[in-house]
């Protein structure tokens, strides 16, 4: 498999998961707000930038992240990792399209 191969799976991934990402960043943006936090007091903390955690949160950015950071940034927020995956509005038979 080329890198180019790899790039395109990697897009179509993120396409297919975008409203996930956007629910993540949402939530983070939610939490860091309730912890009066502004996005560069997250990105040091986190040791991310802070363009990076504002493209997170950014309801319109195809921005992912990893587990690692996910984990950072919830422990900065003082939440469990699952609270920032918290889909709300989604059905179990929702993550299966």
């Given at each position: 498999m080329t890198a180019i191969d790899q790039?395109?799976?990697?897009?179509?991934?993120?396409?297919?998961?975008?409203?996930?990402y956007r629910q993540i960043g949402?939530?983070?943006a939610y939490y860091r707000k309730l912890r009066g936090m502004?996005?560069?007091?997250l990105a040091e903390a986190t040791d991310l930038s802070r363009t990076h955690i504002s493209n997170i949160e950014a309801p319109n950015m195809k921005t992912s992240l990893s587990l690692?950071?996910?984990?950072?940034?919830?422990?900065?927020?003082?939440?469990?990792?699952r609270a920032l995956l918290d889909f709300r509005d989604e059905k179990p038979q929702d993550f299966h399209e």
């Open positions: 790039k395109q799976i990697n897009k179509q991934q993120t396409n297919r998961y975008e409203k996930y949402l939530n983070i502004s996005q560069m007091a690692e950071s996910l984990f950072d940034i919830a422990g900065v927020l003082q939440v469990a990792p």
